[in-house]
């Protein structure tokens, strides 16, 4: 069988891709879990600032997250490693990876501080009223009491927002990322075998996306026990 024999699947070609975006994945997999820690820090922070109603804190928080959810993220992983540079020269020295991995975290972050945001007032105010009541102040009722509740009820969509992410991180390969959908991208541009590469790395997502889909489902079971 030719390897450029159009309307036939290679599947020897296909093998020898899947071992080398294989390769690969331990780039694509830190970056989605660095840009995890990061939004979800920051979604955190967001999401009290405006649960609290801070003053200043409140609008900036509202003010972030209407920017980073009305914008294209790839227009933000563009201003951020090409744009930011001309501003602030010292930023010319970040790799693309820590780039793609901060515009990946700052956008996420304004998607799950509305879920921790609405997974907190979920909650029945009487509790943390209670936890007042006994000596508590705000933040130890929120750290203690409230949080913990919020959780579970946002375990859920926390997940299918890392699951979004992690499918986003293709878009590192604009930015010269040497990820899976690099490798799949280049593979197939030298060797013109594009059903090949693409649905290889469309498995690849797709098991991806299962594995971590069975993990929510235990996390979600652990979380319930209680209840």
């Known amino acids: 069988m030719s390897l450029f024999d159009p309307g036939m699947i290679n599947t020897e070609y296909a093998a020898d891709l899947l071992s080398l975006i294989l390769q ?25 600032f405006r649960v609290f109603e801070i003053p200043v804190a409140r609008q900036l928080s509202e003010f972030y997250i209407s920017f980073f959810r009305g914008t294209p993220l790839l227009v933000q992983l563009f201003m951020l490693y090409y744009g930011l540079p001309q501003l602030i020269p010292e930023l010319k020295q970040m790799t693309a990876f820590h780039a793609a991995t901060l515009g990946l975290g700052l956008h996420f972050a304004a998607y799950k501080s509305e879920i921790i945001r609405a997974a907190i ?29 919020a959780a579970r009820i946002a375990v859920p969509s926390l997940m299918n927002s890392f699951i979004d992410l992690l499918k986003s991180t293709s878009l590192a390969f604009t930015l ?52």
């Open 176 to 227: 010269g990322v040497a990820e899976i959908m690099a490798t799949a991208q280049l593979e197939a541009a030298s060797s013109f075998r594009f059903m090949e590469s693409y649905l290889v790395l469309a498995l690849v997502y797709w098991l991806l996306v299962i594995v971590f889909t069975e993990l929510q489902k235990i996390a979600e079971k652990r979380l319930g026990e209680a209840y």
């Open 24 to 48: 690969a994945l331990p780039v694509t997999l830190s970056m989605a879990g660095g840009a995890m820690v990061l939004s979800l820090s920051l979604a955190l922070l967001l999401a009290l």
């Open 121 to 149: 007032t979920g909650i029945d105010k009487a509790q943390m009223e209670a936890a007042l009541s006994v000596g508590m102040t705000r933040l130890q009722a929120m750290r203690r009491i409230v949080l913990p509740q």
